[in-house]
Structure formats: structure tokens, C-alpha cells
């Protein structure tokens, strides 16, 4: 009869450790699937992969500079293309601009 006590104490102090070891693991899960958590392993994710971009795009650069040169010409152009009406109409708009301040305070002397 005692070792059938005995044993009862030990499946009773089995499962307090049980319980402390779930309430652990489910304690170390609700950290680490905080918003918080998530949002800085997604943010430390990216990063990461943006710097493995940039280091590639150097080291291609470095490999190949006739092809870098040519690809940074056609994003210049491109950019050029799109941006050459809004920065005519700024032009023509300061030229307006200036050529009315010029006849208003011309006359004063």
C-alpha cells in the first residue's frame, strides 16, 4: 500500500511539472507570436533581403560595369521621359513669373 502512495506522489508531482513545463511552452508561444515580435522578425526579414539585393547589385556592378552603365542610362532616360512635361510647365510657369515681376518693378527706379 505504500508504494502504491509512493507512486500516487510521484505521478502527482509528474504532472505539477507537466503543467509547468505547458504553461512554459505556451508562454514562450504567446511571445513569440506577439504583434510586436512578428512585426520586428518581418522587419529584420526584409532588411535582410534588401541588403542581400544591394550586395548583389554591387558585386554584379563590379563584374559587368558596361552593363551597370548601360542599365543607369536607361533609368535616366526613362525618369527623364516622365518627368519632362511637369518640369517644362514648371519652367514656363517661372518664366511667366519672372517676366511679370520684371515689368511690375522695371518702371521703379
Do not use: N
Not at 5 to 27: G, H, T, Y
Not at 29 to 56: C, E, H, N, T, V
Request: with cysteine; glycine share 2%.
Amino acid at each position: 500500500m505504500s508504494d502504491d502512495l509512493l507512486s500516487l506522489d510521484e505521478a502527482r508531482q509528474e504532472a505539477v511539472r507537466a503543467r509547468a513545463d505547458f504553461r512554459a511552452a505556451i508562454d514562450a508561444a504567446r511571445d513569440r507570436f506577439s504583434p510586436s515580435r512578428l512585426r520586428a522578425d518581418a522587419s529584420q526579414a526584409i532588411s535582410d533581403k534588401i541588403d542581400d539585393a544591394k550586395s548583389g547589385l554591387r558585386r554584379s556592378a563590379a563584374d559587368h560595369p558596361l552593363i551597370s552603365w548601360s542599365a543607369l542610362a536607361v533609368a535616366a532616360t526613362a525618369v527623364t521621359y516622365l518627368v519632362r512635361r511637369p518640369a517644362l510647365a514648371l519652367l514656363q510657369s517661372g518664366k511667366r513669373a519672372a517676366c511679370a515681376l520684371y515689368k511690375r518693378f522695371a518702371g521703379r527706379k
